[in-house]
């Protein structure tokens, strides 16, 4: 922790107050966001579509993070500067990806095609809330991470298939697949078929 506290320009026991342990460093606070975000999407808005409740989510996200933006920014510094600290962070964006998928996917099975489409839509949106995050939290403390989160979700539109989006409209916000799994797995297998 010594190292950890160096990193972050901060005491050892600062450092020990904002994070018992390395892991606590790492993991601690993406636990708090993806508990946010599932509270976030747990109840669908009224004729709302799940690209919009996905949004609404990452936008509660990138709030919390800007609430917490002096231990974020610190944690970030240490995650940079501590490169055995990266590899146990696939970890959680493993469980953000399943998180992601199970909230894409409709009830009703998917074909290999739809699997892999609803799949690059979640590695895209892992991907840009990682790098949003890490970006972030180097930069200048004046950058507003909601501002930045909406931007990237805006580039992110286009790639968003109009079958889902006729689906959720049909479905009138009730989409929760029973087996979230199952389409994971398709889109898992299919992936190490290629």
Do not use: C
């Given at each position: 922790m010594d190292d950890v506290a160096a990193a972050a320009g901060?005491?050892?026991?600062?450092?020990?107050?904002?994070?018992?342990?390395?892991?606590?460093?790492?993991f601690e606070q993406p636990?708090?966001?993806?508990?946010?975000?599932?509270?976030?999407v747990a109840t669908p808005v009224p004729g709302e579509t799940v690209r919009e409740r996905c949004r609404r989510g990452l936008l509660a996200v990138a709030a919390l993070i800007r609430a917490n933006a002096d231990s974020v920014r610190a944690a970030y510094r240490v995650y940079?500067?501590?490169?055995?600290?990266?590899?146990?962070?696939?970890?959680?964006?493993?469980?953000?990806?399943?998180?992601l998928v199970e909230l894409?996917?409709?009830?009703r099975r998917l074909g290999a095609t739809q699997s892999l489409q609803l799949a690059t839509v979640a590695g895209a949106l892992v991907g840009t809330t990682t790098m949003l995050v890490a970006v972030w939290s180097t930069a200048p403390?004046?950058?507003?991470?909601?501002?930045?989160t909406t931007a990237a979700l805006d580039q992110l539109d286009p790639i968003w298939p109009?079958?889902?989006?006729?689906?959720?409209?049909?479905?009138?916000?009730?989409m929760r697949n029973p087996n979230p799994g199952i389409n994971f797995l398709i889109v898992r297998v299919q992936y190490h078929l290629d």
């Open positions: 901060v005491s050892r026991r600062t450092a020990y107050r904002h994070f018992p342990s390395k892991d606590d460093l790492v636990r708090r966001w993806l508990g946010a975000f599932d509270r976030e940079h500067a501590t490169p055995s600290l990266r590899g146990a962070n696939g970890r959680l964006q493993d469980e953000w990806f399943e998180r894409l996917t409709p009830s403390p004046a950058g507003d991470i909601v501002a930045s109009d079958w889902q989006m006729r689906l959720q409209h049909l479905s009138n916000g009730g």
